[in-house]
């Protein structure tokens, strides 16, 4: 059998890691909570490393393991583990190696329910969480360096809604420095565009509700990087306990077959979509890092080599003019989440940053007007002219 790793990205996706044996062609779905083991010394064997096999499914589900192996595959880690939500994936990492009045060095402009989290870890557990600003390599190397040794470094690039990047290389190098593990959220990216691990990331966190799973149509979330630190976090999610369903290990498996159809799809019709707004004269600004006016392009070009991703934000006048915009689209669809085939929008100022108070806003750059866009597969002739029509009639 030939050596998979060494295939193409659209070979690895539709075959994965395994060789094909004879029999189904696709991964059952072993929708099962238990498994039958073949005798009492067989359960030493599994329990003691000597045999590989399934227990139980909150530990391991041979339709869960199919979908770690391919996405440690296109990831390019060992391992991986799957969880039922990107939350899940993400709590499960954190606790596994903050611990109880330690600390945490992160980026702003963290996903919501991570920027949620972290403030649980400060007020139940004591954690201290340092914020540094995403785009500031310098002054995440200082808060690294500077005070008691983080447990860990956690970023996130491209950041929701308005697309700043971490300079992960720079990161890694302040983080070893500091003997300091890192973890990343790269959903923004997906696997196609970013390879964290290549560039010394330890753990890669996606949630595949987005782009992995790829249809809207599921909750997931997975962790990458070396055999060790992977099972490091599982240890803490067996005991936890958010386990990926079969069900949607078998559709998350069926998604990632075409991922680099999709991304790629998505990436030309993000940019596109971008270049046009860009142009329009009733939008003020657009947040996009294939947009040479990126202020971080030169970056992003070196960072996301597959592309740009498929969100991008845009702003216009006023919140009114913004709900307007939303209320008009006839192809694009008013819903939160991204990385689907169908194109979503939502605004931001009413939906993942709501609430949050004028200064917090205006230095994450949102505006009141500011619509997020997530693209999907559609034609992109038909997008822009939804678009178009949509924004036709608004004040500069
Ligand atoms: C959606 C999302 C999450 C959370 O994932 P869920 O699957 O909704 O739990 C975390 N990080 C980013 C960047 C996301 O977009």
């Known amino acids: 059998m030939e050596d998979k790793r060494s295939v193409g990205e659209r070979t690895a996706a539709v075959h994965g890691p395994r060789p094909s044996e004879p029999g189904s062609l ?12 073949a005798s009492a010394d067989d359960v030493d064997a599994v329990y003691e490393g000597r045999r590989e096999g399934d227990v139980y499914s909150r530990y391991s ?36 190696f903050v611990p109880p009045g330690g600390r945490i060095v992160a980026n702003e402009d963290l996903y919501g329910g991570v920027a949620n989290f972290l403030k649980w870890m400060r007020d139940r557990l004591g954690v201290r969480v340092d914020l540094v600003p995403t785009t500031d390599a310098a002054a995440l190397a200082s808060a690294l360096a500077s005070g008691p040794r983080p447990s860990l470094c956690y970023l996130e690039t491209p950041t929701n809604p308005t697309l700043r990047l971490v300079d992960l290389a720079a990161a890694v190098e302040a983080a070893r420095a500091a003997g300091v593990p890192t973890a990343v959220d ?59 369903d079969p069900h949607a290990a078998f559709l998350i498996e069926r998604g990632l077959k075409t991922l680099p ?59 009114a003019d913004a709900k307007r915009v939303l209320d ?29 108070p004028k200064d917090a806003l205006a230095r994450s750059g ?19 002219r939804d678009l178009d029509q949509a924004l036709s009639g608004l004040r500069k």
């Open 366 to 384: 949102i505006t009141e007007g500011t619509i997020r866009l997530a693209v999907g597969v559609e034609d992109k002739d038909d997008l822009v």
């Open 186 to 244: 790269s959903t923004f990216a997906s696997p196609v565009n970013s390879k964290p691990h290549a560039l010394g990331v330890d753990l890669v966190l996606h949630s595949a509700t987005k782009y992995l799973g790829g249809h809207g149509d599921l909750t997931a979330g997975v962790v990458c990087g070396s055999k060790e630190l992977v099972a490091r976090v599982h240890a803490v999610g067996k005991m936890l306990g958010p386990t990926l």
């Open 61 to 96: 589900n041979p339709s869960v393991r199919a979908v770690e192996e391919r996405v440690a595959m296109l990831e390019g880690t060992q391992a991986a583990a799957a969880y039922a939500s990107g939350m899940g994936a993400i709590t499960t990492t954190v606790l596994a």
């Open 328 to 356: 008009a689209f006839r192809i694009v669809r008013n819903a939160a989440s991204l990385g689907g085939v169908e194109s979503l929008c939502s605004l931001p100022y009413q939906q993942s940053h709501r609430g949050q």
């Open 26 to 37: 696709t991964t059952p779905i072993h929708q099962t909570s238990t498994f039958v083991l």
């Open 261 to 319: 159809l999709r991304v790629k799809a998505i990436n030309e019709n993000a940019q596109a979509i971008a270049e046009h707004l860009a142009r329009h004269p009733a939008v003020h600004a657009v947040h996009y890092p294939g947009l040479a006016s990126h202020p971080q392009h030169a970056l992003a070009k070196k960072q996301m080599p597959g592309g740009y991703g498929g969100v991008l934000s845009f702003d216009v006048a006023t919140f």
